[in-house]
């Protein structure tokens, strides 16, 4: 009897574990408030949603060092913030994967991406994943574009950066461009959600 | 005894390409047959990780009505990494190499909870109405005891 509880609870132990991931906290839609949060950038500086007062918006992206589709699109998030930035619209780079599992995406090793890579936006380091989780971020690269209003600041459009991720020049469709144009021009965004394959996002045990 | 090393280290497999109505097609056309669903690619290390794990499974439920299918989403264009990749591989499970080119389409049509982060893996048994995915990894051992556990199966 005590052998069949305990490996009744071990099943459960198992299975809690499969389905942890399954039933991660769903996050943000579009039109919700964007949920503010406090995070270290690779220059030692705390960065929150204060920190884009002044902005007409952000342009929030879930990266990963370990993650080749990530920084597949490395160059195109570098060229975005080129472009939006001295529009109002700068973006935001967040790494939330365990780097206990994936090395690659430890805080000392996100500071060595972004100066290789001379990243022009803040790269920061969301320890506790507590920024993925509270939007709902599942897969990089995952992005989720903020609107600064009245009100303060509003989610716009989550998905992808375009519908290519392998090849930049064959990119038809530019949605996070498309969807600052729309708010840019005073209506929603054509295309709110979009879907995209990405690396997991790598969870902590729970 | 060279050669013959040679030529089988030269051997290039040929993966078949399957579009996503042939998938669902062929997932739920035998209603009592569980069709255990990996979406993975050779870039994704998470989901290389597991390749392994889901062929244990599926020798260990070969007499079962329990199909594994290991669906990569690697780009078309690459198939021949892909298949390089794999015929280095000794996997006893079926691969298929996923031919659709707009994901904001297709993943939707595989399941609306999906959202695109792979390792991914569906679960479905048509006579039953069972369809769920899971973004996450497993063992062999996960498997089993989600099966078990939804009742999904016999083990």
């Known amino acids: 009897m005590i052998r069949l509880a305990l490996t009744t609870l071990t099943m459960l132990l198992v299975i809690g574990r499969v389905i942890a991931a399954d039933t991660l906290p769903p996050g943000v839609t579009i039109g919700d408030k964007a949920p503010d949060f406090s995070a270290r950038n690779v220059d030692g500086k705390t960065v929150s949603l204060a920190s884009f007062r002044n902005a007409k918006g952000v342009i929030i992206v879930f990266m990963a060092n370990h993650c080749p589709f990530s920084t597949a699109y490395e160059d195109r998030i570098i060229a975005l913030h080129k472009k939006y930035a001295p529009e109002g619209w700068p973006v935001l780079g967040i790494s939330s994967s365990d780097a206990t599992e994936e090395p690659e995406d430890s805080f000392e090793k996100m500071k060595e991406r972004a100066t290789e890579k001379e990243y022009p936006f803040p790269y920061v380091y969301d320890s506790t994943q507590a920024i993925a989780h509270a939007y709902g971020a599942r897969r990089t690269p995952h992005v989720f574009l903020l609107h600064n209003t009245k009100t303060g600041f509003v989610v716009e459009y989550i998905g992808a950066v375009d519908d290519n991720p392998r090849d930049a020049e064959a990119v038809e469709q530019k949605f996070v461009e498309n969807a600052i144009a729309d708010l840019t021009h005073g209506t929603t965004p054509r295309q709110a959600i979009t879907k995209a394959i990405g690396c997991t996002i790598i969870w902590k045990e729970q | ?155």
């Open chain 2, 1 to 155: 005894m060279i050669t013959l090393f040679l030529s089988l280290a030269l051997l290039q497999i040929q993966l078949p390409s399957v579009k996503l109505n042939d998938l669902e097609a062929r997932i739920t056309a035998a209603p009592d047959t569980l069709f255990v669903v990996n979406f993975w690619s050779t870039w994704c290390k998470p989901c290389i990780a597991e390749l392994p794990e889901f062929d244990d499974f599926h020798r260990m439920v070969s007499n079962k009505p329990i199909k594994v299918l290991l669906v990569s989403v690697d780009d078309i264009k690459d198939r021949a990494k892909t298949e390089a990749f794999i015929g280095k591989r000794n996997l006893v499970a079926e691969v298929v190499l996923l031919n659709e080119s707009k994901p904001q389409e297709w993943i939707n049509w595989v399941s609306p909870e999906w959202s695109g982060a792979i390792p991914a893996t569906l679960f479905v048994r048509s006579g039953t109405g069972t369809r769920k995915i899971y973004e996450t990894t497993f063992t062999s051992s996960d498997l089993r005891d989600t099966i078990s556990a939804n009742g999904w199966g016999e083990l």
